[in-house]
Nanobody, 131 residues
Framework: QVQLVEPGGGKVQPGDSLRISCVAS????????????MAWFRQAPGKEREFVAA????????SYADSVKTRFTISRDNAKNTVNLLIHSLKPEDTADYYC????????????????????WGQGTQVTVSS
């Protein structure tokens, strides 16, 4: 079955940069990773899960939450079934569990920030920003 594994979290200091990754495996036969819309969501302590960024490879379209668009970059390596999230100038309010999500296909732009449109989720990786 499809699995999403997210290495790369940890504790960092304010102002640091961090890259977290998500590696997909177990894709159905005949399905290629580059056809899937991939996204990152995060959930801070005591808050609801929120959209961070998404990438639709087929159209090279990328979407970001307004709160992160100047500091976050989503990228993917389709040859390695990997999607990355590079975070610059980390702030304490970036502290959260970060979740990788896969749509299991391509979804329309207006739905890329909707958690319910993603069929597969990673277990989450914790990012703590603290001095």
């Amino acid at each position: 079955q499809v699995q999403l594994v997210e290495p790369g979290g940890g504790k960092v200091q304010p102002g640091d940069s961090l890259r977290i990754s998500c590696v997909a495996s177990g894709l159905p036969s005949g399905v290629t990773f580059n056809t899937w819309t991939m996204a990152w969501f995060r959930q801070a302590p005591g808050k609801e899960r929120e959209f961070v960024a998404a990438n639709k490879w087929s159209t090279s379209y990328t979407s970001y939450a307004d709160s992160v668009k100047t500091r976050f970059t989503i990228s993917r390596d389709n040859a390695k079934n990997t999607v990355n999230l590079l975070i610059h100038s980390l702030k304490p309010e970036d502290t959260a569990d970060y979740y990788c999500a896969a749509a299991g296909g391509s979804i329309i732009r207006s739905e890329m920030a909707t958690a319910g449109r993603y069929n597969y989720w990673g277990q989450g990786t914790q990012v703590t920003v603290s001095s």
